[in-house]
């Protein structure tokens, strides 16, 4: 199933299945990835199991090129004393950054991404929340810019936030991809105010969460309209995976037109 979904930038979106232009990579004028948004639990699964290994051989089934990743441990005493992103760093040989939310257990909880390119520069930007501090992890490579972050379940505080990230977006002319847990469904109207500034990618995708009987799509990867691409193709899909933590991972193939 095909259909161009156009506000500033024409998409062409397919639901199902993937593409074999997975291993391409930038060229002239056009650049490719493959992004992947997973919520992982502190590395537990739907059995309770402290198990982050499990999470790093879906990452590696897939092999993306980022990995937006929400809800990770660091050296907190509920994964006794373990680097989540830094154990899955390892299993996917690919570089880290961690964003810090709040202080937990004695360390950190936060938001992560992994990546086969190292960041030329890391942004940790504030975002609302009273309850829980929240945060946007902007990671820049070379062509192209990868946010991530996991949005407060406070509907106002999530509007807030969408209009920072609508700021933090607008201040490159690269390709700025916004990928995470939003605590949103695609008709809310947190949703609807991101989608008047960027384009998500995963609309069709079947729901996240919970991973065992998904009902709930409130996870997403969507590209900013700002002018860096004059065209894009996607191709998604939700990885059926109900056993690894508490959501279902998502990933898109992207390509991109460039404007040089």
Do not use: C, F, W
């Given at each position: 199933m095909k259909h161009l979904i156009s506000l500033l930038l024409p998409v062409l979106f397919t639901a199902a299945g993937t593409t074999a232009a997975a291993a391409e990579r930038t060229t002239a004028d056009t650049?490719?990835?493959?992004i992947m948004t997973y919520n992982v639990r502190h590395g537990e699964g739907m059995d309770h199991r402290l198990a982050p290994e499990r999470q790093a051989a879906v990452i590696n089934r897939l092999t993306p090129d980022a990995v937006a990743l929400q809800e990770l441990d660091s050296v907190?005493?509920?994964?006794?004393?373990?680097?989540?992103?830094?154990?899955?760093?390892?299993?996917?040989?690919?570089?880290?950054t961690f964003a810090r939310a709040?202080?937990?257990?004695?360390?950190?909880?936060?938001?992560?991404?992994?990546?086969?390119?190292?960041?030329?520069?890391?942004?940790?930007?504030?975002?609302?929340g009273r309850d829980e501090a929240r945060v946007l992890l902007v990671a820049e490579f070379e062509e192209w810019c990868l946010a991530c972050t996991h949005l407060s379940l406070d509907e106002d505080e999530q509007i807030a936030s969408?209009?920072?990230i609508r700021q933090e977006a607008a201040r490159t002319a690269k390709p700025f991809i916004l990928a995470g847990d939003w605590n949103a469904q695609p008709d809310s109207p947190t949703v609807k105010r991101l989608d008047t500034y960027f384009v998500r990618l995963n609309d069709g995708c079947s729901p996240t969460w919970p991973a065992d009987r998904p009902t709930d799509?409130?996870?997403?990867?969507?590209?900013?309209?700002?002018?860096?691409?004059k065209e894009a193709d996607a191709t998604g899909k939700t990885v059926n995976e109900p056993l690894a933590s508490d959501h279902r991972p998502l990933y898109i193939d992207l390509r991109l037109w460039l404007n040089r």
């Open positions: 650049l490719h990835r493959r907190t005493s509920r994964v006794k004393g373990r680097d989540i992103l830094g154990e899955l760093a390892q299993a996917t040989q690919m570089h880290a709040i202080p937990y257990g004695g360390g950190s909880y936060g938001i992560g991404i992994l990546s086969r390119e190292k960041p030329l520069a890391v942004r940790r930007v504030p975002l609302p969408a209009d920072i799509y409130i996870d997403h990867i969507a590209l900013a309209n700002n002018g860096a691409a």
